[in-house]
């Protein structure tokens, strides 16, 4: 789905009032139905867990003076009528209040209710009291560090004890940026209108938003279409993979070579050749060195691995280059990097194949490494497919920085310099191409955050690849996939207990409800 900067969401509101001639409130009833809808469930589900609770759920609105405010006044109305005991409450100037805001103002009096001031003397026994909060204070025009009566506001709902919902992007939250003006509300869930916005997935916007639910205001469908935005979030309901051919044989489903392992790895080179098996390659090659072979030999029965020349420190020698390009004349992709080491041998091995193979190449671990000091290599394959799949740490040693709270402009900066795709591995992993393009994923959970599991995501993206899957197909699909089976194994195995081979355990399951029956 596509994301939307702050100004373009204000001319798709424009265009949809003043040109389509849609009416302002009908637009603001409808995110406040969201909203409520929202509320309603949380407030159930916080009820279930505290049964010492009695009477009606209780929810406080906490509502600005602008459009946003308006849609927490409408949707204080609307839980007032499904029969909750409601507070709204204005954390702001009443004679700053949009003529919007205060037509909600005069259905929620009609209603039975009311609007109470930041000063009324029970708002923090209501705030203690909830069962749920909706954060309506402020909506993407923010641009200034939280004061007064909002920044009060906020701080009631982060240390009440009941779940908050937001209303289209925490209040304290920068629109385009993630970054966070002063404090935050921390949601539970945000409810955002018509497309998400840039900071619900970036900086420490990803920590105040929970989870991001995109709801349909009514705006018409193909003016949502027609926003033209270079970043988009990648779901699992995004991918579809191509129904296989019935006549097909293995040559048809990839030839993928895999250089990885040493002798202090070497079961990261096992891990992303079992990926890449389970996540469709045909026929996989693994190159390891030769005192990994045995290992490598009694794991993968599926994947066929190739002894090279190595030093008795148990990495890649100079000589491996030979084999390897050998290898990679008769494959269609190489992985490089899960395990090598960071020795001077397997580092120049890289180099050299890099310098030398025309094939599509993903590079991970100290496969990225070895371009350290040495990124003229990755410059010379201009022209020619390569991916980096680092996490902060080997994007640091890239370029000499770590990437900062901008992870975004950082990763689509590199991207474009380098004329390579770069996958920015971590939670929101966002995927950049050299046309300026980003995707970031919206799957995964902490129980990922173990060694191998770059290993395994290196092995989904060579496969997807060696299946002939475009680079802006497999690329942000086999992220979105990686992610999906770490919340599977969540599911069932918990955040703490699950593996990286659980995860690869999983991906025929997560595979299947992909793929295209048809």
């Not at 509101?13 to 995110?31: N, Q």
């Not at 869930?189 to 840039?198: E, Q």
């Not at 279409?225 to 051919?245: F, G, K, M, Q, Y």
């Not at 004349?329 to 580092?347: H, M, Q, T």
């Given at each position: 789905m596509?994301?939307a ?15 389509r ?5 009908d ?14 469930g949380?407030?159930?589900?916080y ?16 509502c ?15 839980l ?6 409601v ?12 003529p ?5 103002e ?8 009311e609007?109470?001031?930041m ?17 309506a ?6 641009n ?6 909002p ?11 009941a779940?908050v919902?937001?209303?289209d992007?925490?209040?304290g939250?920068?629109?385009d940026?993630g970054?966070i003006?002063?404090t ?13 916005k840039?900071g619900l ?16 205001i ?7 279409n027609a926003?033209e ?11 579809t993979?191509?129904?296989r051919?019935?006549?097909a044989?293995k040559g048809q489903?990839?030839?993928?070579y895999l250089?990885g392992g040493?002798?202090n790895?070497?079961g990261?080179?096992v ?23 045995p290992?490598a ?12 020349p ?5 990495t890649?020698?100079?000589e491996?280059?030979e084999?390897?390009l ?9 992985l490089?990097?899960?395990g090598l080491?960071?020795s001077?041998?397997a580092a ?17 671990a100290?496969g990225?490494?070895?371009?350290e000091?040495?990124i ?6 201009a022209?020619?497919?390569?991916i ?10 890239l370029?000499?920085?770590l ?9 689509v900066t ?8 770069l ?5 929101r ?8 393009a980003?995707?970031l994923?919206t799957?995964?959970?902490?129980g990922m955050?173990k ?5 395994v995501?290196g092995g989904?993206i060579?496969?997807l690849?060696g299946?002939g899957?475009?680079a802006r197909q497999?690329?942000p ?8 089976a ?8 918990g955040?703490?207990g699950?593996?990286p ?9 997560v595979?299947?409800r992909?793929?295209a029956?048809f």
């Amino acid at each position: 789905m596509q994301i939307a900067a702050a100004q373009q969401m204000r001319e798709l509101d424009r265009i949809a009032i003043k040109e389509r001639g849609i009416p302002s409130t009908d637009l603001m009833e409808r995110a406040a139905g969201a909203v409520a809808d929202a509320a309603c469930g949380l407030a159930e589900e916080y009820r279930k867990h505290t049964p010492q609770k009695r009477g009606p759920l209780r929810a406080v609105c906490f509502c600005g003076a602008g459009n946003n405010g308006g849609d927490g006044v409408a949707a204080a109305r609307l839980l007032l009528e499904r029969g909750l005991e409601v507070h709204a409450v204005l954390a702001g100037r009443r004679d700053k209040m949009t003529p919007d805001c205060q037509e909600m103002e005069r259905r929620l009096q009609a209603a039975g209710g009311e609007l109470a001031s930041m000063e009324h003397p029970e708002l923090d026994a209501w705030c203690q009291g909830a069962d749920v909060l909706v954060d309506a204070l402020f909506g993407i025009g923010l641009n200034t560090q939280l004061r007064g009566d909002p920044l009060g506001a906020v701080q009631r709902m982060n240390a009440a004890p009941a779940p908050v919902v937001s209303a289209d992007i925490p209040s304290g939250v920068e629109a385009d940026t993630g970054h966070i003006l002063g404090t935050a509300v921390e949601a539970e869930i945000t409810v955002t209108f018509s497309l998400p916005k840039p900071g619900l997935y970036l900086g420490n916007g990803i920590r105040c938003a929970g989870q991001v639910m995109v709801a349909d205001i009514g705006i018409p469908p193909e003016l949502v279409n027609a926003v033209e935005s270079t970043l988009s979030t990648v779901e699992p309901a995004d991918i579809t993979l191509p129904r296989r051919d019935r006549m097909a044989h293995k040559g048809q489903f990839g030839k993928v070579y895999l250089l990885g392992g040493s002798v202090n790895y070497p079961g990261a080179p096992v891990l992303a050749a079992r990926a890449a098996v389970r996540a469709g390659a045909g026929l996989v090659t693994v190159g390891v060195p030769a005192q990994v072979w045995p290992t490598a030999a009694a794991k993968l029965a599926s994947a066929m691995p190739q002894p090279l020349p190595a030093g008795k420190d148990g990495t890649l020698s100079l000589e491996a280059a030979e084999s390897v390009l050998t290898g990679l004349s008769s494959c269609g992709v190489c992985l490089i990097g899960p395990g090598l080491g960071r020795s001077k041998g397997a580092a120049a091995v890289v180099r050299r194949v890099l310098s030398e193979t025309q094939l599509p190449v993903v590079l991970d671990a100290d496969g990225i490494n070895a371009l350290e000091g040495h990124i003229d290599v990755l410059d010379g394959r201009a022209g020619l497919l390569t991916i980096l799949t680092p996490h902060d740490g080997e994007f640091a040693r890239l370029i000499g920085a770590l990437p900062g709270e901008d992870r975004l402009a950082g990763a689509v900066t590199f991207a474009q310099a380098h004329s390579c795709c770069l996958v920015l591995k971590g939670h929101r992993t966002i995927t950049a191409f050299p046309d300026g393009a980003a995707y970031l994923n919206t799957t995964g959970n902490p129980g990922m955050a173990k060694g191998g599991s770059g290993d395994v995501l290196g092995g989904i993206i060579t496969a997807l690849l060696g299946q002939g899957l475009s680079a802006r197909q497999a690329v942000p699909a086999a992220v979105c996939l990686h992610g999906e089976a770490g919340d599977l194994c969540a599911q069932r195995l918990g955040e703490y207990g699950m593996t990286p081979s659980d995860m690869i355990d999983v991906l025929p399951q997560v595979l299947q409800r992909h793929t295209a029956r048809f």
